[in-house]
């Protein structure tokens, strides 16, 4: 995953956030600025907005009813979550299950765990592994402020749980028994990391992107962004939405190998990250992927006469390597 977006980002030599922090730049170096036809057209004016969930582009689904037992409420949420994973492949999931105050505190340890001279990169990042156990090093993980490692911990548990859940949703909604995709990914041998991005205030927002348009190689996405600064951007046509975040919600995103598992009946959709001149943003992205090492293709109740498999069989690892050699999009 890195990897993958190592390869679209300059790699920076000054951390993005020392350079907005100086308070002196007026504009952005050079290396920064992007092709003329990659800038973003429509950086929206105010990008601080209130929290309407109403105002959202893509939808936001309430799993409260799951929870209830009602046959006719869980169908309901089904019907929303397979149309929004075919028709859009993201979407806002609320009532998910894992605790608020927890999904707060992680932004909150997460952001401060961005250290002014830790890790280069444009709009700074850092990686923290969660699984496989084996690539778990709590000493990788911020050390400050105390709490930080405990509550990442915790967030992570919750939110592979509620990744599990949303699992079994697309599964059952592809008409596959409800493990099915969760087989596919070799079950317990996940591996699940998180990403956290730091976005800070840019002088020339028009100039440059927070992170270039690419679709994300793994299983799903749960993205957890300020909720009152927009940043993301998704690919609709020719169009980019720019994603109003829902409070408490995280946003929910197919990646290449849900296409390849549905044979192209779920997308991997493209999507990108603005900045802007008066706020600095902050998103954890959490990829919940499959085992690196086994081949993967089309689940085969979904290969039929009518729609023959789309997409050659590959492990993760060798997909990775192939997109590194092919660019950053798998063809829809
Ligand atoms: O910051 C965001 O909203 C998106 C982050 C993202 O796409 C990524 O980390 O791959």
Known sequence: MGDHLQLVLPEPIVPVQSLSDSGRL?????????????????????????DDAGTANIPVIDLEGLRSGDARERTEILERVAAACRDWGFFQ???????????????????????????????????????????KDY??????????????????????????????????????????????????????????????????????????????????????????????QVRRGH????????????????????????????KSVEHRVIVNSSDERISLAFFYNMRANIPIGSVKE??????PALYDRMTFDEYRKWIRLRGPKIPS
């Open 26 to 50: 007026s504009h952005i170096p050079e290396r920064y600025i992007i092709h003329p036809s990659d800038r973003p057209s429509d950086i929206p004016h105010i990008a601080t907005f209130s």
């Open 139 to 232: 000493q990788k993980w911020p050390a400050l402020p105390t709490s930080c490692r405990e509550e990442i911990d915790e967030y992570g548990k919750q939110v592979v749980a509620l990744a599990g859940r949303i699992m079994r949703i697309m599964s059952t909604n592809l008409g596959l028994n409800e493990d099915s995709l969760q087989d596919a990914f070799r079950g317990d041998d996940i591996g699940a990391c998180l990403r956290v991005n730091f976005y800070p205030k840019c002088p020339q927002p028009d100039l440059t992107l927070g992170l270039s348009s690419h679709s994300d190689p793994g299983g799903i996405t749960l993205l957890l962004p300020n909720s009152n600064v927009a940043g993301l």
């Open 93 to 135: 999931v609320v009532n998910h299950g894992v605790s608020l105050e927890l999904m707060d505190a992680a932004r909150e340890v997460c952001r401060l765990g961005i250290e002014k001279d830790a890790v280069l990169n444009w709009s700074d990042y850092y990686f923290l592994h969660y699984l496989p156990p084996s690539l």
């Open 239 to 266: 169009d980019w939405i720019t994603i109003m975040p829902a409070t408490h919600a995280f946003i929910v995103s197919m990646g290449d190998q849900i296409q390849i598992l549905s044979n192209g009946i779920y």
């Open 302 to 307: 979904l290969v039929t006469y009518e729609r």
